[in-house]
């Protein structure tokens, strides 16, 4: 069964008919593989081979960003990071880099010609006040600059060992995972079986990524999709539910593809 909801928001009705324009769809979608993990201020962006996913701490919302990718064709995302220094997102598919500014619809492309790597070569992208740094291979660094994306080059050694202590990761599948789970506890049908493994309702889940951010909250992304959280007042691992609840439901239809219609009488106030 296909993931994926859509909710209809009828703002007008007159007869059989109803009035709508772009914005008046909202799709669920659920995440597969997580392949990385940043963070704002208020927010936990996760990228997946079907997008990319945002988790609202403010108010617990979880949903998958249309608005965020835009147009762009390819949603496979392999690594999200966000800047933290410029408000900015960047992001790598198997193609290119690309980066806006977080109140932007506009990506800017960065070729890799222009450094002379492959996207597989990547490992992770972080930023500090100075540069953003992609992580390459055989742990070598590219720094670019923030605001244009342009490779920095001539950089001396030391400068670089200096440039690489203040840097903010992202949290990527790509890298080894440094982290004990054995060190915590789960209920609710979570079980742990390894340092890497959890058993949730008898599947067995492979952890991909897990980020531990300047909160010291820590957010665990799987093979599946699905994610998990752990609180920094507590060593509970608690899962974090991937669809939002729907309330006022009104209709609800499923087609011949699997795909659930839904209206909700309570959007049209809002």
């Known amino acids: 069964m296909k993931n994926i909801l859509y909710i209809i928001i009828l703002n007008l009705c007159f007869a059989k008919n109803f009035i709508y324009s772009e914005n008046s769809w909202y799709s669920?979608?659920?995440?597969?593989?997580?392949?990385?993990?940043?963070?704002?201020?208020?927010?936990?962006?996760?990228?997946s081979t079907n997008g990319l996913f945002v988790y609202n701490k403010d108010n617990e919302d979880f949903y998958y960003s249309d608005y965020m990718l835009g147009d762009l064709d390819n949603k496979n995302i392999r690594i999200v990071h966000y800047d933290l220094y410029r408000d900015n997102i960047w992001i790598l598919n198997n193609k290119y880099i690309?980066?806006?500014?977080?109140?932007s619809n506009v990506w800017t492309k960065v070729n890799f010609y222009d450094f002379s790597i492959m996207a597989r070569s990547i490992?992770?992208?972080g930023s500090n006040s100075n540069f953003i740094i992609i992580k390459i291979s055989n742990n070598e660094y590219i720094f670019l600059d923030p605001?244009?994306?342009?490779v920095q080059r001539d950089l001396d050694n030391d400068f670089i060992d200096t440039e690489l202590l203040s840097v903010e990761w992202s949290s990527s599948s790509k890298e080894s995972i440094n982290f004990n789970l054995n060190d915590y506890y789960a209920f609710d049908g979570i079980e742990?079986?390894?340092?890497?493994?959890?058993?949730?309702?008898?599947?067995?889940?492979?952890?991909?990524c897990i980020l531990n951010d300047t909160y010291n909250q820590?957010?665990?992304?799987?093979?599946s999709g699905q994610l998990f959280f752990i609180s920094p007042y507590s060593d509970e691992i608690k899962e974090i539910k991937s669809i939002p609840p729907i309330s006022s439901m009104n209709i609800a239809y499923l087609d011949n593809n699997q795909g659930w219609w839904i209206?909700?009488?309570?959007?049209?106030?809002?």
């Open 147 to 150: 605001y244009t994306g342009l």
């Open 98 to 103: 690309f980066f806006k500014s977080n109140l």
């Open 28 to 47: 669920i979608l659920s995440p597969k593989n997580i392949t990385s993990i940043s963070y704002s201020q208020n927010e936990v962006l996760f990228s």
């Open 218 to 223: 820590k957010w665990i992304g799987t093979n």
């Open 123 to 125: 490992k992770n992208i």
């Open 263 to 270: 209206t909700d009488n309570e959007l049209i106030s809002n």
């Open 192 to 208: 742990i079986l390894s340092s890497n493994q959890i058993k949730n309702d008898d599947r067995i889940l492979y952890i991909t």
